[in-house]
């Protein structure tokens, strides 16, 4: 059974940092491409940052580069999602994602493309 559970969000000032943290169990955690998305009210789910099985190629919406990074570690079968710099136009519900496809690497997938964490809200205020 693939469990895929977030922790980390909360409230910051603008400004501020916080970090994300996902662990996925129940699959093949090294082979996989990881994955934030974040919705905000009213919006789509975007795709923020991912990471390759092998944590050496990383991808990152235009909006988060320089500010967000992705890393994780495959011993502990976690990965992690530091933002700083943090903009009230970040606060949204983030969610990890494990990709489903094993060894696979592409842009941001429809949802059907991954196990969903149950998603932490990040609220920055101004």
């Known amino acids: 059974q693939v469990q895929v559970v977030e922790s980390g969000g909360g409230l910051v000032q603008a400004g501020g940092s916080l970090r994300l943290s996902c662990t996925a169990s129940?699959?093949?955690?090294?082979?996989?491409?990881m994955a934030w998305f974040r919705q905000a009210p009213g919006k789509e789910r975007e795709g923020v940052a991912q990471?390759?099985?092998?944590?050496?190629?990383?991808d990152y919406v235009d909006s988060v580069k320089g500010r967000f990074t992705i890393s994780r570690d495959n011993a502990k079968q976690t990965f992690y999602l530091q933002m700083n710099s943090l903009k009230p136009e970040d606060t949204a519900m983030y969610y990890c994602?494990?990709?489903?496809?094993?060894?696979?690497?592409?842009?941001?997938?429809?949802?059907?493309?991954?196990?969903w964490g149950q998603g932490t809200q990040v609220t920055v205020s101004s």
């Open positions: 994602a494990a990709d489903r496809r094993i060894g696979w690497w592409a842009d941001f997938g429809p949802s059907d493309n991954y196990f």
């Open positions: 129940g699959l093949t955690f090294g082979r996989r491409t």
């Open positions: 990471v390759s099985a092998s944590g050496g190629t990383t």
